[in-house]
Each structure stands twice: as C-alpha cells, then as structure tokens.
C-alpha cells in the first residue's frame, strides 16, 4: 500500500471513530437474511391479519413509525411504557389516547422471539409494519433498510415539540419538516399518508366551525359528529372517498378543499405546494413513487446500529 493509500485508509478510520459511524452496521434490507430469515414473513402475516380485522389499523401502524422516527430518530422509543422511574414519550400531546398499534407490535415480538429469540428489533418491527400495512390497503411497497436497534431511552419533551400538530400553517409544516431533513415536496408526499386513516374531532373542530376554505357542505356533514362542545374523541375520515384504500384521492379533496385538518388544507391554499397537490391528485403513480422514497428516508432518521442501543425482549421495557 503506498504512502497516500495508507494516510487515507487511516483518516477515513479515524473519521469513522470520531463520527461514531460502523461502516459494517449499516441499514439493510437484508440484514436478517441469515439470522432470522422467518422475520419479514412473520412481520407482514401479523399485519395483514391485523388490516383484514381493522383497516384502520394500517394507517395506525404508518403513524406509529411516523411519530416514532420523528423523536429521537427510529429507535422504538415511543414503545417504551411509563413507570415509576421512567417517563416515555405515550403520554405526549400528540400521542396519549391516539396513537394505536402497540398491540399488534407486542404480538409480533413475542413471535419473533420464539423464531429467533434477541435478534429482531422493535424499531425494525414497526418499520417493516408500516411499510405492510400500506401495501395492505393497496398502496406502493418499498424496501425497508433493517438492522435498527431500540432505544433505552425516550423524550417526552421532543415527542411534545417535534411531532407537527393538525393546526399548523403551511411554513410551520415545512420548518417542522426540513428539522428532520426533509424537502417541502418530501412532506407534501408523506402528508399523503392521510388517504387512509381518521382524526378524532378535537383535531379538526376549530377548521369545520370558524375556517371558510372548506367545502361548505362536507363542513357540515362533520359538525353531524363533531360538536361544538363534547364529542372530542368523536372520529372522523381524512378521505371520505376511499377512506381504506391508499390512493390519491386525499390530493384530489384538497382540491375540492375537503382536507379534513387545518394542515392538511395548508397544502392546497394557494401557496407554494399547491401545483405539487395538483400534480398528485392528477398522477397516482408519480405520487407513490414519492411516498415510497420518502418513507425509506424516514426511516433513516437517527438509527442506532453497531453496538449502540439493544434488541429489547419486551417492546415496551429496556432489558
């Protein structure tokens, strides 16, 4: 090896060393090809019978990895149970009785480990979960990069600060957004998760009583279930077309301003995300191409590889 080979094959170690990076550790859709190649067969079985039970659960289990990736980055740290001397992040604003799913990822985990007991982790569960349920409910599939570790710790406070609330304006979302990297037309491609799912009415009361971009009489169909006072929980479709299948049709109400959250309408109110909406509502295919990417970046976001965090037995405690 010559001098300069030699000086670089050193700086790029030291580079690794200081940058905490393990070349060998990086995400990899196969990374359980050998040791637990029974993982993704068993993940996307659960799911399906999961959706085929509930088809909400499909868009739950999206939004899970979503509010998980998020905080901390996809660490599983959402998972993680409250108690006595540890403060998870379930009880956040934006998650405490609203996010679902954590049974379905408990049963998955208890399968897994009697296949292959330590190896897979919660954080790989809910990615791979997330990526199944929405080809469960039509939409595009996607390698998943695997080899992500679980946290043994969470953040109540950036589950609170983090994670973009349904009141948010147009250049609130994409500041919130471009926090964890991502471009305006990477976030108006994710907001399209919203083709499936419901929104419990607290999220949209202010919107279908004192907003005027939205359809008057879609505005009144939801004030039907959705009170001026009582009734918070009361839940409502994001897509009232196709509200299980993952299509573009939530693009296509925003354009008949029929988004059902203050945000989701932010998209499509003359601002600069308006020809990207109409783009979509116009081009399924270009819009699950964009979805797919987007969703492999998420789930990029902070992983703990190597050596760092650990492969919990119990998704919701640390070892």
Known sequence: MSALNL??????????????????????????????PLALATI????????LKEAR???????????????????????????????????AFPNVNSVRGYEVIDSIKSKLEILCPGVVSCADIVAVAARDSVFALGGPTWRVPLGRRDSTS?????????????????????????????????????????TIGKS???????????????DSSFAKTLRGNCPSVGGDSNLANF??????????????NLLSKKGLLHSDQQLFNG????????????NLGSFRVDFA??????????????????????????N
Do not use: W
């Open 7 to 36: 000086r670089l094959s050193l700086l790029l170690l030291l580079c690794c060393v200081i940058g905490g990076i393990n070349v060998s550790a990086q995400l990899s859709p196969t990374f359980y090809a050998k040791t637990c």
């Open 44 to 51: 996307k079985a659960s799911v399906v019978s999961a959706v």
């Open 57 to 91: 659960m499909g868009a739950s289990l999206l939004r899970l990895h979503f509010h998980d990736c998020f905080v901390q980055g996809c660490d599983a740290s959402i998972l993680l149970d409250d108690t006595a001397t540890f403060t998870g992040e379930k009880t």
């Open 154 to 194: 969470a953040s109540l406070s950036s589950a609170n600060s983090d994670l973009p609330a349904p009141f948010l304006d147009l250049n609130a979302l994409i500041a919130a957004f471009a926090k964890k990297g991502f471009t305006a037309g990477e976030m108006v491609a994710l907001s399209g998760a919203h």
């Open 200 to 214: 419990q009415c607290t999220n949209f009361r202010t919107r279908i009583y004192n907003e005027t971009n939205i």
């Open 239 to 252: 897509d009232t077309t196709t509200p299980n299948l993952f299509d573009n049709a939530y693009f296509k």
């Open 271 to 282: 601002g600069s995300t308006d020809s990207q909406v109409t783009a979509y509502s116009r």
């Open 293 to 318: 990417n987007a969703m492999v970046k998420m789930g990029n976001l902070s992983p703990l590889t190597g050596s760092n965090g650990q492969i919990r037995t119990n998704c919701r405690k640390v």
